[in-house]
């Protein structure tokens, strides 16, 4: 089926949903809102058992759209942050196996989707990927924080979450952020094989042993979207629009 910026296509019992929002696929609300009802939609599917995530063109996800978001205002930022929390939550709490296919760069929010996926497979091509919220001035939704604090290594954490750092893919794959790398060519195919193997795990015992060994991030995140969010009112400032803007001129 087609919607608005998402693809899913059904292929026996994998998904493959694609993100295709033109040029980089940044995050904006509308995005992040069907990215959720995606999500849940295909966890209700009794005939899935797996999900491939990927995205069009050049770039898997760049994070949230710089051009738009520092201008939102406030009941844009709050719906934002919640679009946020809830988005990563549907992708990291899927009941069934969720194989990232990282086809190019993965900046900020990008990553975090990235990581929210259960295997990680990036494509052997030139591409950036790193987390980039404090270059732009951007706080951690507890979505995002909980998800790298839970997925990434904490020496790769502090290097890439504290000083903002982009690294290689191949650096990546080193430091454990993506599990494996494959030529562009053979990326979904990879994805797909992987997908495969792992539907055929038993269903229930999988969901259930996510959800243990997720426990406190899946916690904190439902309580976040729930209404204990620090950065619900007041997420951006003055600070932000002058990085993101910063950023965008050196682009």
Known sequence: MATKMIDVVHRGPVGIVTLRRPPANAMNIELLEEMTEVFERLGQDKSLRSVVLTGQ???F????DLKAVPHYNDADQRRMVVALNRAFFAVYSFPGPVVGAINGH?????LVL????????????QFLTGLTEVRV???YPVGAMEVVRQELRPDVLR???LFAQNITAAA???AGVFDEMVEPSSLLDRAMEKAGEFAALPQIAFMKTKRQIRSRAYEAIEAAIAGAEPVLNGWLSKETILAATAVLQRA
């Open 61 to 64: 996800c760049a994070g949230v």
């Open 114 to 125: 990235a990581l929210c996926c259960d295997w990680r497979i990036a494509a052997k091509v």
């Open 172 to 174: 990546a794959v080193e």
């Open 137 to 139: 001035g951007v706080p």
């Open 106 to 110: 993965a900046i900020a929010g990008g």
């Open 159 to 161: 290097h890439l979450v």
């Open 57 to 59: 063109g050049n770039s």
